[in-house]
């Protein structure tokens, strides 16, 4: 093949179907008949000698030089489009509907600031949530489902940061550490809380998918423990009105705590376990990357730290009392860890 008689075009087909990874959606974007990206698909494997995306049941997936040569294809073409066609974008007269996926309590903190900054900056622009039903938001990201997904997604940011070739993008949000919440006048309130009151005690999950094991369950059993889960949600709002109500004990991240609206109801206490920080990413596609709406809403998402901060104090600040989370609970954590190696 000489690179004097390619079609330039062709590495255009090339690099829509990688990006939405399907042909149909490729040819809407492009403008095209579906036969034609198939036939510009062809003319492109017989021109670099490989078949460079092979049909799959969801799709289309990409050969091993297919992800060798995009990265390079689309650098290209972008640097091109911002020459020929510069951007020309103004938030006040743009219109854009954009896809959310997060869980309720995410929602609860970063949604007010959202739509204040939409109200003042960006009065065409409109959000539709969609439930957060997964930790693995990719799928719904390639297929054009949602455009931004907003959550604690550990294995797929440990993917995607090893993977610097996939056309998902990420970006950490803020990070939290998690507390075990209770009614206030629950039998455990006011005393400490050891491993053996912990699993003795009847628990509540958040759990999206109905799955009734957790993070916590695993370090558990690595120690020959296990606790009962008598309840399973998938709505943070839901946990707080249920654990403010019964006997049941849950484990939240303290920044959504608050966003239960059963502040006044609920006290915490670290767990006896050491367990990882909650980490809160933002992922998208890379087809959204360079769309300047979708650039502005990612900044403002980016603000909810803000949020969270606000929300942590309302449930109780370093010094807070009355059995709210304090110092004391924070310095108390090596000490819970401790005990739980001794036990």
């Keep these: 093949m000489s690179?004097?008689?390619?079609?330039?075009?062709?590495?255009?087909?090339?690099?829509?179907?990688?990006?939405?990874?399907?042909?149909?959606?490729?040819?809407?974007?492009?403008?095209?008949?579906?036969?034609?990206?198939?036939?510009?698909?062809?003319r492109l494997r017989d021109a670099l000698g490989d078949?460079?995306?092979?049909?799959?049941?969801?799709?289309?997936?990409?050969t091993p030089h297919?992800?060798?040569?995009?990265p390079t294809v689309r650098k290209a073409l972008s640097s091109l489009e911002d020459?020929?066609?510069?951007?020309?974008?103004?938030?006040?007269?743009?219109?854009?509907?954009?896809?959310?996926?997060?869980?309720?309590?995410?929602?609860?903190?970063?949604?007010?600031?959202?739509?204040?900054?939409?109200?003042?900056?960006?009065?065409?622009?409109?959000?539709?949530?969609?439930?957060?039903?997964?930790?693995?938001?990719?799928?719904?990201?390639?297929?054009?489902?949602?455009?931004?997904?907003?959550g604690f997604f550990p294995g797929v940011v440990s993917q995607l940061a090893s993977s610097p070739d996939t056309p998902i993008r990420h970006e950490r949000v803020y990070s939290g550490h998690y507390l075990c919440v209770m009614r206030r006048d629950h039998p455990l309130a006011h005393k400490?809380?050891?491993?053996?009151?912990?699993?003795?005690?009847?628990h509540l999950l958040?759990?999206?998918?109905?799955?009734?094991?957790?993070?916590?369950?695993?370090?558990?059993?690595?120690?020959?423990?296990?606790?009962?889960?008598?309840?399973?949600?998938?709505?943070f709002f839901t946990a707080g009105r249920v654990v403010a109500n019964s006997d049941l004990l849950t484990v939240l991240p303290r920044h959504l705590i608050a966003a239960t609206?059963?502040?006044?109801?609920?006290?915490?206490?670290?767990?006896p376990l050491e367990l990882p920080s909650v980490h809160v990413d933002m992922l998208w596609h890379e087809r959204d990357t360079r769309n300047p709406?979708?650039?502005?809403?990612?900044?403002?998402?980016?603000?909810?730290?803000?949020?969270?901060?606000?929300?942590?104090i309302e449930f109780g600040g370093p010094d807070a009392e009355d059995g709210r989370p304090s110092a004391g609970l924070d310095q108390g954590r090596a000490g819970a860890a401790k005990k739980v190696a001794r036990r």
């Design 51 to 62: 078949d460079l995306l092979i049909r799959t049941a969801h799709g289309v997936k990409p």
């Design 206 to 235: 958040v759990s999206f998918s109905g799955r009734a094991f957790a993070v916590i369950d695993d370090l558990l059993a690595q120690i020959g423990r296990e606790r009962k889960i008598l309840l399973t949600v998938n709505q």
């Design 83 to 150: 020459i020929v066609e510069p951007e020309q974008f103004d938030l006040r007269t743009a219109q854009a509907t954009f896809r959310l996926a997060m869980a309720d309590a995410t929602a609860a903190l970063g949604l007010p600031g959202l739509v204040r900054a939409i109200e003042e900056q960006a009065p065409h622009m409109q959000i539709r949530m969609t439930p957060l039903v997964t930790r693995d938001p990719r799928p719904m990201l390639t297929h054009g489902d949602i455009d931004l997904a907003i």
């Design 3 to 42: 690179f004097l008689t390619l079609d330039l075009n062709l590495l255009r087909v090339f690099d829509a179907i990688m990006v939405e990874q399907n042909l149909t959606r490729a040819a809407e974007k492009l403008d095209m008949t579906q036969p034609a990206v198939s036939n510009a698909l062809k």
């Design 293 to 312: 709406a979708h650039a502005w809403l990612r900044r403002n998402m980016m603000e909810m730290k803000n949020g969270v901060m606000a929300a942590e």
């Design 66 to 70: 297919a992800e060798v040569l995009w």
């Design 192 to 202: 400490e809380l050891t491993l053996d009151t912990y699993c003795a005690a009847d």
């Design 261 to 271: 609206g059963m502040t006044r109801e609920l006290v915490a206490r670290e767990i």
